[in-house]
Structures are given as C-alpha cells and as structure tokens.
C-alpha cells in the first residue's frame, strides 16, 4: 500500500465528474427502496427483487465497474500511468494500492447503501439487511480486482465491463440456474446467506465453493493486473 499512490488515485477517482456518477447508484437503490416499501403491502417479499436483483445483481456490478477501471484505465488513456510507472515503484504495489481504493470505494458506496436499504425494507428482521450488505461487501471487493484487470489489458474495459455485468450478471447470473455456479454475484450472496437467517437469503452455490472462488478470482485477477502493467512499462521503455 502506497499512501502517496492512494492519495493521488482517490483524487482521480472522485474528483471528475465519474465522482456524482457514483454517488447516483447508491442514491436509486435508497429511492427505490422506500418507494418499495411505501406502496407494497407485503414487505417480506422486497428484498429478493430490490436487494438481490437490483442491488447486488445490476447497480453493484455497474458501480464497481465505474471505480475498478476509473483507478487505472484513465491514466492508461491520456498517458499519464507513464509518470507513476517511472518512479522506483513495485507494480504488484501500484495495483495492490489501486485495488484497495477500489474496494473502500466501492464497500462504501455499496455495502453501507445496502445495509440502510435492507433496513428501510424489513428492519433488522432475520439478518435480511446483513446479509446483503455483506454478499455487497465480498461480491464488491472481486469485481473491483476483475474490473481493474480490464482497465489495464483493454482500452474498451468499459464496454467489455458493461457487457458482462448486465448481460452476464444482471440477465443470466440472475435467470439462467446452470449458469449462477459462474457468477460473482451468486457467490456473494451465499455469503450473505450464511450470515442472514435460514431462507431469508436465495443462493445457488454452496458457500465453499463461494467462498473459494471469490477469493481465486480476486487473486488471480490482481496478480493479472500487476504482470500486465509491467509489460505496459517494457513496451514504453522498447
């Protein structure tokens, strides 16, 4: 971790306008949360469809794309990586320092807004709003180190980014069930599951297998990242 990396990254990141971008993806999960909860008659059936589907299935994965390419891939295009390429500085730990803005970020834009959604909708019945803010929490975290890996291999991170989270995650993570094994946003919630109460929360993975891929996929895709912004600076110095 690189304070000074950190430092200039979150200026970045929220000092654009991607900065009211991002402030909007919680703000339509709170509206649509108490709106939910205002005209529905039977609570206990919001949060699969609000919190699920919408919040962690479409604007999670939408947010986290928004915060894992801005770290990286805007330096990337207007050629500015080339000065923090040309200090004397690891780039395990330029990418290590970009993932952990990402992830506060997105922790903080995503997991709290969830949590306060789950209480606006159900209170603190049966774990409902933990457990969601935690599948946020996890699910957040791997699709900002997979998010960040395509900010650096590809120029078009944010269409290849777009096309996996709504197309993949928000239509086939959430419909197709042979497919929910591949997606993060299944793992995520069933760690939000085990920490709701029994049913509260729907999962098709079992949480080992959860739990494993989260962490092989976040792993892999950092350490992806840092070989890739290496070969940036070979190519430079050629």
């Known amino acids: 971790?690189?304070?000074?990396?950190?430092?200039?990254?979150?200026?970045?990141?929220?000092?654009?306008?991607?900065?009211?971008?991002?402030?909007?993806v919680p703000a339509v999960l709170l509206?649509?949360?108490?709106?939910?909860r205002a005209v529905s008659g039977t609570p206990d059936l919001l949060p699969a469809p609000v919190l699920g589907h919408l919040g962690v299935g479409t604007l999670l994965p939408i947010l986290a794309l928004v915060?894992?390419?801005?770290?990286i891939?805007?330096?990337?295009?207007?050629?500015?990586?080339?000065?923090?390429?040309?200090?004397?500085?690891?780039?395990?730990?330029?990418?290590t320092t970009k993932l952990a803005v990402a992830v506060v970020t997105t922790s903080l834009l995503a997991a709290v807004p969830t949590y306060l959604a789950g209480l606006v909708l159900v209170g603190t019945r049966d774990g409902v709003a933990a457990g969601y803010a935690v599948a946020a929490l996890v699910s957040g975290a791997t699709y900002s180190a997979l998010f960040l890996l395509l900010g650096v291999v590809t120029r078009h991170a944010v269409v290849a980014g777009l096309g996996y989270a709504l197309v993949w995650e928000s239509l086939v993570g959430n419909f197709v069930p042979g497919a929910r094994t591949l997606s993060?946003?299944?793992?995520?919630?069933?760690?939000?599951?085990?920490?709701?109460a029994e049913g509260a929360i729907a999962a098709d993975v079992s949480l080992t297998v959860a739990v494993s891929l989260l962490v092989v996929v976040a792993v892999a895709a950092t350490a992806l990242a840092a070989v890739r912004l290496g070969g940036l600076t070979l190519a430079g110095e050629e």
């Open 31 to 36: 509206v649509i949360s108490v709106i939910a």
């Open 73 to 95: 891939a805007t330096e990337i295009e207007d050629g500015s990586i080339v000065y923090l390429l040309a200090k004397p500085l690891p780039r395990p730990q330029i990418i």
């Open 1 to 24: 971790m690189n304070p000074t990396v950190a430092r200039l990254t979150v200026r970045g990141l929220l000092g654009r306008r991607r900065g009211i971008l991002l402030l909007v």
């Open 184 to 196: 993060i946003q299944q793992w995520g919630l069933s760690v939000g599951r085990s920490v709701a």
């Open 67 to 71: 915060v894992g390419t801005g770290v």
